[in-house]
């Protein structure tokens, strides 16, 4: 008998990921699963926080779909290497803070690390030509096999059909006319062979999972980079960042308002590092306070909180501030109108 061949699959948890697997395992090879935890992905944070995303399956949707395929999942914390992914990207941003074309070659060329380790023959991704303006084009789909050092060890079983036959498929290990031609932005070629698999259940099929390609979080990020003075993060600024309105009334410090229960349930795990301000005499959220702040500072913050709560009509709302080591003090102002809200706020 021939020996069975091992391939690691890039599982990012949508749906091509899933099918490209799902392709190859029907070709007899043995297939494990990698996912890169950088930080940036939507899936597992806001979902489980926010009110309106309560009917949202609450689940890790890489390990769901290495549960589906039936696979060994791997998940390797790549959170510092990626700096560099991010902050220096040889070939630059998409339309926001995202390093597509850097952060698929990275990811691919940590996988040819590990079948170079583990003893595995090839790598598959669920790439489809042009469906991503960066890094799955037809011009750059060379570049991510050259630079990660992938080269023909880099199997594409969605669109393979479109591409030079890689090795996996000159050796004989895959039949390469049972792989797929699928190319563009239209999904329904790979809903069409999902439904043909017996597969109903996957994450939203056109939907990316990098809070990186979202402009305002985007935005927040490069605010924060401003703000520091310096462009690096922590897992903490990753985290914040995707939670609450973010307010930068002057230069030297900015609010994290929570929207609802849920997020000011999660921001209270932060009131050791963080200031804050909660309104006492009327409903409202939790607020955190990132930066130094004066008196005069801590007024105008307390009467943009104020405007959030229920007593935003008052003439006074009472707040109570909280300082990092736990220093309590009363603050009472007059609610900010919603123009002049819109006026501090510069984040």
Same mark, same amino acid.
């Given at each position: 008998m021939s020996e069975v061949k091992k391939a690691l699959a890039l599982i990012s948890g949508g749906l091509d990921s899933m099918l490209a697997v799902r392709v190859v395992q029907q070709q007899g090879i043995h297939v494990e699963g990698v996912n890169f935890f950088t930080g940036f992905c939507v899936e597992g944070h806001t979902h489980a926080i926010r009110k309106k995303d309560r009917a949202r399956p609450k689940r890790n949707n890489?390990?769901?779909?290495?549960? $589906?395929?039936?696979? %060994? @999942?791997?998940?390797?914390?790549?959170?510092?290497?990626?700096? /560099?992914?991010?902050?220096?990207?040889?070939?630059g941003y998409g339309q926001n803070l995202n390093p597509c074309l850097d952060c698929k070659i990275f990811m691919v060329g940590k996988a040819r690390e590990w079948i170079e380790q583990k003893g595995f023959?090839?790598?598959?991704?669920?790439?489809?030509?042009?469906?991503?303006?960066?890094?799955?084009?037809?011009?750059?789909?060379?570049?991510?096999?050259?630079?990660?050092?992938?080269?023909?060890?880099?199997?594409r079983p969605l669109c393979a059909r479109n591409l030079p036959p890689t090795l996996p498929e000159r050796e004989g290990w895959i039949d390469r006319g049972k792989l797929y031609d699928f190319s563009g932005r239209n999904r329904k070629p790979q809903m069409a062979l999902a439904a043909s698999f017996g597969i109903d259940d996957y994450a939203q099929p056109a939907g990316g999972c990098?809070?990186?390609?979202?402009? $305002?979080?985007?935005? %927040? @990020?490069?605010?924060?980079?401003?703000?520091?003075?310096?462009? /690096?993060?922590?897992?903490?600024?990753?985290?914040?960042?995707?939670?609450?309105?973010?307010?930068r009334p002057r230069p030297h410090f900015k609010l994290i308002v929570a929207r609802e229960e849920g997020e000011g349930n999660f921001l209270q795990g932060y009131k050791r590092q963080f200031a804050s301000l909660t309104t006492v005499?009327?409903?409202?959220?939790?607020?955190?306070?990132?930066?130094?702040t004066s008196d005069d500072d801590l007024k105008l913050a307390a009467g943009i909180v104020a405007r959030?709560?229920?007593?935003?009509?008052?003439?006074?709302?009472?707040?109570?501030?909280?300082?990092?080591?736990?220093?309590?003090?009363?603050?009472?102002?007059?609610?900010?109108?919603p123009i002049e809200v819109k006026q501090e706020w510069h984040a």
């Open positions: 890489a390990l769901w779909v290495a549960e $589906q395929l039936g696979i %060994k @999942l791997h998940i390797v914390d790549i959170v510092e290497e990626y700096k /560099d992914v991010l902050l220096n990207p040889r070939y023959d090839f790598i598959v991704t669920g790439e489809v030509v042009g469906q991503r303006p960066m890094s799955q084009r037809k011009d750059t789909m060379p570049v991510v096999a050259k630079h990660s050092g992938a080269d023909d060890l880099l199997l990098c809070f990186l390609t979202d402009a $305002q979080y985007s935005a %927040k @990020l490069a605010d924060l980079w401003q703000a520091r003075g310096s462009r /690096d993060y922590g897992m903490d600024d990753i985290m914040l960042l995707k939670v609450g309105r973010h307010i005499s009327h409903g409202g959220p939790l607020t955190l306070i990132d930066g130094d959030y709560s229920q007593g935003r009509q008052a003439d006074e709302v009472e707040l109570l501030h909280t300082d990092a080591r736990g220093r309590e003090r009363s603050v009472k102002v007059k609610p900010l109108s």
